[in-house]
C-alpha cells in the first residue's frame, strides 16, 4: 500500500524557518522525482521547488529561490524542504508529490501540511 505523508508544518513568524518532511512507502522511491507543491489560500496549486526527471538537480519557483531547498534521503525514503526567511505569503497547504521517472507509472500525492507564517 502505497503511502506519501508530509509533516513539519507549523505556525511560525516571518524571517522563520521550517523544515517540511515527506515519508514515502509501497513503491520504489529512488525511482522517483520528488517534488514540493503548495496551494495558498484562495489560490490553486502551485510548483515550489523539486528535482527533475533526472533525479538529482532542483527547479525552483521564483517565489523559493534563495530560501527553500531540497534535498531527499533515499535511504530513509524521505524528501525534505527546507525553507528559511519565511513570508506571510507562503502561508499554504505544502504538498509532496512522487513523479515516476518512468512515463505511465502512477503520481503519487501526499495529504498536505499546514505553514503558516504570522506574527
Known amino acids: 500500500q502505497v503511502h506519501v505523508v508530509e509533516s513539519g508544518g507549523d505556525l511560525v513568524e516571518p524571517g522563520g524557518s521550517l523544515r517540511l518532511s515527506c515519508v514515502a512507502s509501497g513503491f520504489a522511491f529512488s525511482s522517483y522525482a520528488l517534488k514540493w507543491y503548495r496551494q495558498c489560500p484562495g489560490k490553486e496549486r502551485e510548483f515550489v521547488i523539486g528535482?527533475?526527471?533526472?533525479?538529482?538537480?532542483?527547479q525552483v519557483a521564483d517565489s523559493a529561490k534563495g530560501r527553500f531547498t531540497i534535498s531527499r534521503d533515499n535511504d530513509k525514503n524521505t524528501v525534505y524542504l527546507q525553507m528559511n526567511n519565511l513570508k506571510p505569503e507562503d502561508t499554504a497547504v505544502y504538498y509532496c508529490?512522487?513523479?515516476?521517472?518512468?512515463?505511465?507509472?502512477?503520481?503519487?500525492w501526499g495529504q498536505g501540511t499546514q505553514v503558516t507564517v504570522s506574527s
Open positions: 528535482f527533475t526527471s533526472g533525479g538529482n538537480f532542483a
Open positions: 508529490k512522487a513523479v515516476p521517472l518512468v512515463s505511465g507509472e502512477t503520481i503519487y
